[in-house]
Nanobody
């Protein structure tokens, strides 16, 4: 079983930056594809970014490309989401997710992630 705990959310002005962290328990973290998703009020949860188990490959939603980066530190069982040039449209609850380590492809479909954190709120004011 994998447990995920996000942190780093908060209130920031448009154009500002935040870094989210997700700490994972369990020995399989270093072999798991990790992803970040977000859910705004009244909307479905959507893909933001994903990273391969080694950290060498990443994928981003078009809406955040060039502004967000994803990284991981397997020694610390932690994955990060650096968010720059934030916009009010980025306001959402952000969730960390992990795939079963049997699967190595980093995909945007939320149904293919097996473990989820509780989420952290990000609010961007205009």
């Amino acid at each position: 079983q994998v447990q995920l705990v996000e942190s780093g959310g908060g209130l920031v002005q448009a154009g500002g930056s935040l870094r989210l962290s997700c700490v994972a328990s369990g020995r399989t973290f270093s072999r798991s594809v990790m992803g970040w998703f977000r859910q705004a009020p009244g909307k479905e949860r959507e893909f933001v970014a994903a990273i391969s188990w080694s950290g060498s490959s990443t994928s981003f939603a078009d809406s955040v490309k060039g502004r967000f980066t994803i990284s991981r530190d397997n020694a610390k069982n932690t994955v990060y989401l650096q968010m720059n040039s934030l916009k009010p449209a980025d306001t959402a609850v952000y969730y960390c997710a992990a795939r079963n380590p049997l699967f190595s492809d980093y995909v945007p479909e939320k149904g293919r992630y097996d473990y989820w954190g509780q989420g952290t709120q990000v609010t961007v004011s205009s």
